[in-house]
C-alpha cells in the first residue's frame, strides 16, 4: 500500500513537472509574439515616415507583416492562463492598430492618430512583456523545485557536480 501511495506521488509530481514545462514553453513562444508585433509597430511607424521610391510598397509590406503577427498573437493568447485583461487589451489595441494602417495616407491628422494608437499598444505590449517575465519566473522556481524529485539529482544539480569533480582531482 505503502508503494503504491508513493508511486501515485511520483506520477502526480511528474505530471504537474511536465504541465509546467509546457507553460513555459508557450509563454516563451508567446513573449516572441510580442516582440515581433511590438518590433513591427516600430517598423511601420519608421515607414511612415519614408519617403522615396518604394516607400509606399514597404508601407504596405510593413502593414501586412504587422497584421500577421497581430494574428499569430491572437491566436496565441486563446490558450492563456493567468492575466487575461492585460493580453486582451493588447491584442485588441494592436488589432485596432493594424486595421487603422490602410488610412494612414491620408493626411496627417490621421497618422497622428494611428501613432497615438501605437503607443497605446506599444504600452500594452510592455505589460503584457512585464507579466510574462514574472509568470515565466515562477514557474522556473516551481520547475526547480521539483526537479530533484522527479529526475533524482540533488538540489543544487549543476554545482554539485562541480564541486564532486573537484574534490577527485
Not at 17 to 43: P, T
Not at 81 to 105: C, F, I, M, N, Q
Not at 129 to 144: D, F, K, M, N, V
Request: charged share 30%; aromatic share 8%.
Amino acid at each position: 500500500m505503502q508503494r503504491q501511495l508513493a508511486e501515485l506521488v511520483r506520477q502526480n509530481q511528474f505530471a504537474q513537472y511536465e504541465r509546467l514545462r509546457a507553460r513555459a514553453g508557450e509563454l516563451k513562444d508567446e513573449l516572441q509574439l510580442v516582440f515581433r508585433v511590438n518590433a513591427d509597430l516600430e517598423n511601420v511607424e519608421q515607414m511612415l515616415e519614408a519617403t522615396g521610391l518604394g516607400a509606399r510598397d514597404r508601407l504596405g509590406e510593413a502593414i501586412d507583416r504587422l497584421r500577421e503577427g497581430v494574428n499569430l498573437l491572437w491566436t496565441a493568447s486563446r490558450n492563456v492562463w493567468g492575466d487575461r485583461e492585460h493580453r486582451k487589451d493588447y491584442v485588441e489595441s494592436s488589432l485596432r492598430v493594424a486595421t487603422a494602417s490602410p488610412t494612414l495616407r491620408l493626411s496627417n491628422q490621421s497618422k497622428m492618430e494611428w501613432i497615438d494608437l501605437k503607443k497605446t499598444a506599444f504600452s500594452a505590449g510592455v505589460v503584457v512583456h512585464a507579466r510574462i517575465e514574472l509568470e515565466l519566473q515562477i514557474l522556473s522556481e516551481e520547475i526547480a523545485f521539483l526537479e530533484p524529485v522527479i529526475l533524482g539529482r540533488p538540489r543544487d544539480f549543476p554545482f554539485s557536480e562541480a564541486k564532486s569533480t573537484l574534490a577527485f582531482e
